[in-house]
């Protein structure tokens, strides 16, 4: 089959990763008889200095076209002294508003290999964990009515979380969809104990839910869930939740998970259009310096072979690659302990490409 795929290097350690997360597509496509086009185009800090705007045109139409989207990072200080609404993280929200990427997946995943990065004891962690975070993305707070006004107590600033039916029965539906892949268990988070939008929330997951008959559901409030999450996070398989709560709880899952490197995430429009990218930042710290570890967006390979392009057999392969190298006892130097081998990006990037 043949594949288009828009890609966005962006800045920092972005393109360094990105040349690693195509090397192993293209093997992908060598071994299993697919074509990948990759169209790559800017965004992001790049994309300020080359038109003086971090998300051109040109950029959301390539993508629109594409069958999926691959993202590096965008960011770095170069850009830092500009206001907030010219800055190269503004590229995400417009890209994720133009696509209509309203779920945000992301997996917490510990690899065997790695247990000990992990903050937590060893008991509790005891026979892996694999939680996948479904994060409501283009609605809530972040997005909701926003002001100031003056009060007896001086000037305030307000922020509206406003939740419709329909949003929360469409992210819902995903996390159910997943769940129904996995271990057949929903967490829905939310604060139904104190916000009418959170009542909401709740009533429509449950309703939701009827459809999926096989899914247990739970309804946590996520105070409750926070702690949850250290204390015994094994007891999670999906957990959906809002834009913000999403955004705080995906954090402190994928610290448990000790790695930021390793991460991938989705974030899926209706139908199966999505866009791929690490969890991390641009790491501006290490950029350019061989040092980046490349897994987690070969990682956010496997995730749009599996989610976007329906090869299930071709993410297994890309999956069981990483695990390979990481078996091999190879290692980057954010997971370096001391005792294992010693690679830069390019040559992490090479050795999973090699177990393909
Ligand atoms: P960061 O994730 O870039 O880095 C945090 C720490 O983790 C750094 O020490 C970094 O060296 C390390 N790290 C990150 N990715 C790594 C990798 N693949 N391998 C090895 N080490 C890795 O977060 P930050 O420092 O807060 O942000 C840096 C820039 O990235 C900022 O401009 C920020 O706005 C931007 N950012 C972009 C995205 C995105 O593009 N989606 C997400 C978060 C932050």
């Given at each position: ?10 800045d920092g350690i972005g393109?360094d ?59 770095g ?205 641009s790491a501006p710290d290490i950029a350019g310096q061989?040092?980046a ?64």
């Open positions: 089959m043949e594949y288009k795929i828009a890609v966005i290097p962006g393109p990763i990105i040349e690693q997360a195509l090397l192993v597509l293209h093997k992908v496509g060598d071994r299993f008889g697919h074509t990948f086009t990759c169209q790559t185009v800017l965004a992001g800090g790049a994309a300020i200095d080359a038109t003086g705007n971090c998300l051109p045109q040109e950029t959301i139409d390539v993508c629109k076209a594409a069958d999926a989207v691959l993202l590096g990072a965008v960011g200080p170069k850009w830092d002294g500009l206001p907030g609404d010219q800055r190269p993280e503004r590229a995400l929200l417009g890209i994720r508003k133009e696509l209509g990427l309203f779920a945000n997946l992301r997996p917490a995943m510990i690899f065997p290999e790695l247990a000990d990065a992990s903050p937590l004891k060893a008991e509790i962690l005891e026979g892996g964990l694999d939680i996948l975070v479904v994060r409501e993305l283009t609605g809530g707070i972040y997005f909701g009515e926003r002001g100031t006004r003056e009060t007896d107590m001086g000037p305030a600033a307000y922020d509206v979380e406003m939740y419709s039916e329909g949003e929360v029965r469409r992210i819902a539906k995903v996390a159910f969809d997943m769940a129904m892949k996995r271990n057949k268990h929903v967490t829905s988070v939310d604060k139904a104990n104190v916000l009418d939008s959170s009542r909401l929330w709740r009533r429509v997951v449950t309703e939701v839910s009827k459809d999926y008959p096989e899914v247990k559901l739970d309804h946590l409030y996520v105070d409750n869930a926070a702690m949850q999450l250290v204390r015994n996070p094994r007891q999670f398989d999906v957990i959906v939740t809002s834009n913000i709560f999403g955004d705080i709880l995906s954090d402190e899952a994928s610290q448990i998970t000790g790695s930021i490197g390793m991460l991938p995430s989705a974030s899926l429009a209706t139908g199966n259009f999505g866009m791929y990218e690490p969890i991390h930042g061989d040092k570890n490349p897994a987690a967006t070969i990682l956010s390979v496997g995730m749009l072979l599996r989610y976007t392009l329906g090869l299930s057999a071709e993410a297994d392969a890309v999956e069981n690659a990483v695990r390979a190298v990481l078996a091999d006892n190879i290692r980057t130097p954010d997971l370096y302990t001391g005792s294992e081998t010693l690679v830069g990006t390019a040559e992490m990037g090479r050795r999973i490409a090699e177990k393909i």
